[in-house]
């Protein structure tokens, strides 16, 4: 048996933004549609010896069954890792033939995953931001961030991006390295706050592990769009309860939503909104079986957990670049 192995560097070449964003259209649509296979993630808390719980490791099946995409992931979180000069996220995916379970390809999964969830963002950002949304504001300024930058900055004809990032020295080297390249506008500032760089922006990303909520509602404008991808657990709440109440709440899966996005499950238990406040998932309205956005002033609120079709979807993207652009290295296992 062989398999073609994929690093890093191999995932940029072969999974371009813009066609990351289509295929997180084509999967979202599936899953709405029940035309995919996904468990919900199993997940494992990893503790050290004193019992504390000092990481995650999340593994994340999934079948398309119309495009015929098949894949796990196995990705680990440790919050302590980026102090010990480690990435916060490791991980691979692994890419199996759908009618033989043959497996085809082992690819790195934090760079697979940084583009795949910047691309759900655009996909929503397409469908739910302002056409003529110009300011972007981005909280964070991890690998997430940057792909979450790129990909608003793919849909819409961004001139101005304001980084927050508690540590100023991170969020002026993302502004520094992402400035003019590709799509990214030339003109991005470092804000003093996450409320000043949210003041006024149209596009708002939050892709940071805060548990509490990283700006305050209250500073949206008038029509803003907001994409929140950095929560992933019930004890997370990324984004306030004021912005999800205001908002047209859209999310992956509702299912998943409800089971690990503390930014809904807080303003649930606290009595502000009921279930029926989250309007649609993003594959509905790609269908065009709910609306979208009704009005030039109203809130939108894309709420990402991250689903295992967009890494399927990711990977299959990545795969089949790679065999045309002879990317990776084939091993014999």
Same mark, same amino acid.
């Given at each position: 048996?062989?398999?073609?192995?994929?690093?890093?560097?191999?995932?940029?070449?072969?999974?371009?933004?813009?066609?990351?964003?289509?295929?997180?259209?084509?999967?979202?649509?599936?899953?709405?549609?029940?035309?995919?296979?996904?468990?919900?993630?199993?997940?494992?808390?990893?503790?050290?010896?004193?019992?504390?719980?000092?990481?995650?490791?999340?593994?994340?099946?999934?079948?398309?069954?119309?495009?015929?995409?098949?894949?796990?992931?196995?990705?680990?979180?440790?919050?302590?890792?980026?102090?010990?000069?480690?990435?916060?996220?490791?991980?691979?995916?692994?890419?199996? +033939?759908?009618?033989?379970?043959? *497996?085809?390809?082992?690819?790195? =999964? @934090? !760079?697979?995953?940084?583009?795949?969830? $910047? &691309?759900?963002?655009?996909?929503?950002?397409?469908?739910?931001?302002?056409?003529?949304?110009?300011?972007?504001?981005?909280?964070?300024?991890?690998?997430?961030?940057?792909?979450?930058?790129?990909?608003?900055?793919?849909?819409?004809?961004?001139?101005?991006?304001?980084?927050?990032?508690?540590?100023?020295?991170?969020?002026?080297?993302?502004?520094?390295?992402? +400035?003019?390249?590709?799509?990214? *506008?030339?003109?991005?500032?470092? =804000? @003093? !706050?996450?409320?000043?760089?949210?003041? $006024? &922006?149209?596009?708002?990303?939050?892709?940071?592990?805060?548990?509490?909520?990283?700006?305050?509602?209250?500073?949206?404008?008038?029509?803003?769009?907001?994409?929140?991808?950095?929560?992933?657990?019930?004890?997370?709440?990324?984004?306030?309860?004021?912005?999800?109440?205001?908002?047209?709440?859209?999310?992956?899966?509702?299912?998943?939503?409800?089971?690990? +996005?503390?930014?809904?499950?807080? *303003?649930?238990?606290?009595?502000?909104?009921?279930?029926?406040?989250?309007?649609?998932?993003?594959?509905?309205?790609?269908?065009?079986?709910?609306?979208?956005?009704?009005?030039?002033?109203?809130?939108?609120?894309?709420?990402?957990?991250?689903?295992?079709?967009?890494?399927?979807?990711?990977?299959?993207?990545?795969?089949?670049?790679?065999?045309?652009?002879?990317?990776?290295?084939?091993?014999?296992?």
């Amino acid at each position: 048996m062989e398999i073609r192995i994929l690093s890093a560097a191999d995932i940029r070449q072969a999974l371009p933004m813009t066609a990351a964003i289509a295929g997180m259209k084509q999967a979202f649509v599936q899953l709405s549609a029940g035309q995919a296979a996904m468990p919900l993630r199993s997940r494992l808390e990893v503790a050290a010896v004193s019992g504390e719980t000092i990481g995650t490791v999340l593994v994340m099946p999934a079948h398309l069954q119309q495009s015929q995409g098949l894949a796990v992931k196995v990705v680990s979180v440790f919050p302590d890792n980026p102090s010990a000069g480690l990435p916060l996220i490791h991980g691979v995916v692994m890419v199996l +033939a759908a009618d033989t379970g043959r *497996p085809l390809a082992l690819m790195e =999964a @934090a !760079s697979l995953t940084a583009i795949r969830t $910047g &691309a759900g963002s655009g996909a929503a950002t397409d469908l739910l931001a302002s056409a003529e949304a110009s300011i972007v504001a981005i909280i964070g300024s991890g690998v997430q961030a940057r792909t979450q930058l790129e990909a608003v900055c793919s849909v819409r004809d961004v001139q101005e991006v304001r980084i927050y990032s508690p540590t100023t020295a991170h969020a002026e080297k993302m502004a520094a390295e992402m +400035a003019g390249t590709g799509p990214v *506008p030339q003109r991005i500032t470092v =804000a @003093a !706050s996450a409320d000043k760089a949210v003041s $006024g &922006a149209d596009i708002i990303c939050t892709a940071t592990t805060s548990p509490t909520p990283v700006f305050s509602g209250k500073q949206l404008k008038p029509g803003a769009h907001v994409n929140g991808v950095g929560s992933y657990t019930v004890a997370m709440q990324e984004v306030d309860s004021e912005t999800v109440r205001r908002a047209l709440v859209v999310v992956d899966a509702r299912v998943s939503a409800l089971n690990e +996005a503390g930014d809904l499950v807080v *303003p649930l238990q606290q009595g502000l909104i009921t279930q029926a406040h989250i309007h649609a998932e993003l594959g509905e309205i790609l269908s065009g079986s709910k609306a979208g956005r009704s009005h030039p002033d109203q809130i939108t609120f894309f709420k990402s957990v991250g689903v295992a079709v967009q890494d399927v979807s990711a990977a299959h993207i990545a795969y089949q670049n790679a065999l045309s652009k002879h990317l990776g290295a084939v091993v014999a296992l």
